[in-house]
């Protein structure tokens, strides 16, 4: 368990204290304690990151879904396909140093990223590369070459990275 | 006034550790959430998931006070408790509101870990081990809706735990040591919970954990 989260857990144990606030938000960005941002806002790449990977995450799920029917909309998931794209492209901009959970920040982003600055690079450029060949397959409008392309850039391209440089203890 | 009384078992020691696990487990679940804990989300999940079932099926072949069938009742014995015609030192279990409280209770923590199961995605994190029954689309949506079905779940603790203060506080009514020693004081004559069968605690928890191992393995062969 990491710092944070004993610190959060500790945080939380009254059960009954959040309760009576009756609003879960509460504790997550209560503590002045909880990181250097106290009583500054924390950095903006944090929520821009963030928001970032929401969006190529449902960019994906466009695609998964639109492959899970009967006749997929291929200019659909060739829109998808160009977002991911452009926004895996953004990555590299959005992860200033000292911004880790680890720093104390409302994040998922391991402090490796920083440690293993060549290891980040690659796994984001494998998944800017596996989004290329997304974009090439959806073009040729094979909706079994775009189901290749979903195999390949979740496991080389998100998942990968994930498992190095995000927390994630499944 | 000074009411004759005696302490008879209200509730058995199933129940009691079912209640005392939930209470303990429910905020473990959040918390476990909250930090991204997942290894440890999703194993606690099956257990509450186990408890929950070992609770549905105590509700048919438990002890009296453990039954539906004995607290569960109509608008009419409700509207009744709630005009003030209802004696707690002449009535063993759950009163006819608190019933209610009970099953509202059940349900929506079993809404929340039914959810858990389907929730997640492949690529991104972990998965419930039913998450690829359902699509894509589906499984987004109510992984949305776990995310903030909590509060509902934090809700119905905090109805309870209001409800428990103010029978506590307001009506003088001993409801915490009863639910940790089982006992609790009624007026004399006042008959007692029945015993609990240890061949039907044994089956009932032998079939809670084996559906929650079942699911833990994909629900084969749903899965």
Known sequence: MTRTAIVRLIAATPLIALLGACSGEATEDAGPEEGPAAGGEPPAEIAQRQDNYEAIGDSFKTIREQLEGEAPDMAAIQTAAADINTRLQRIPDLFPEGTSMEAGYDTEALAAIWEDPDGFAEATQNAIAASEEMMAAAATGDAAAVGEQVGNLGLNGCKACHDKFRVDDD | ?223
Do not use: C
Request: avoid cysteine.
């Open chain 2, 1 to 223: 006034m000074a009411t004759k009384t005696e302490a008879v078992s209200i509730w058995d020691l199933p129940v009691r550790v079912t209640h005392w696990s939930l209470a303990v487990l429910v905020p473990i679940m959040w918390i476990t959430a909250e930090n991204s804990l997942w290894y440890w989300h999703t194993r606690t999940g099956h257990v509450v998931l186990a408890l929950l079932i070992f609770r549905v099926i105590w509700g048919f072949v438990g002890t009296d006070t453990a039954r539906f069938a004995s607290f569960v009742r109509g608008p009419a014995r409700v509207l009744a408790y709630l005009r003030g015609d209802y004696d707690a030192k002449r009535e063993v279990g759950h009163n006819p509101l608190g019933a209610l409280a009970v099953i509202a209770m059940l349900s929506v923590i079993a809404a929340q870990v039914g959810m858990g199961l389907f929730a997640g995605d492949p690529y991104d994190g972990a998965t419930g081990p039913l998450n690829a029954l359902v699509g894509v689309g589906t499984a987004d949506w109510i992984t949305d809706t776990h995310e903030w079905f909590v509060y509902v779940v934090f809700g119905m603790i905090a109805l309870h735990l209001t409800a428990i203060a103010i029978y506590v506080g307001v009506r003088r009514q001993k409801l915490v040591g009863p639910m940790v020693v089982g006992k609790g004081e009624v007026a004399a004559g006042v008959e007692g919970n029945s015993r609990a069968s240890l061949g039907r605690f044994l089956g009932a928890a032998v079939v809670a954990v084996g559906v929650a191992v079942w699911v833990w393995f994909g629900a084969w062969p749903l899965g």
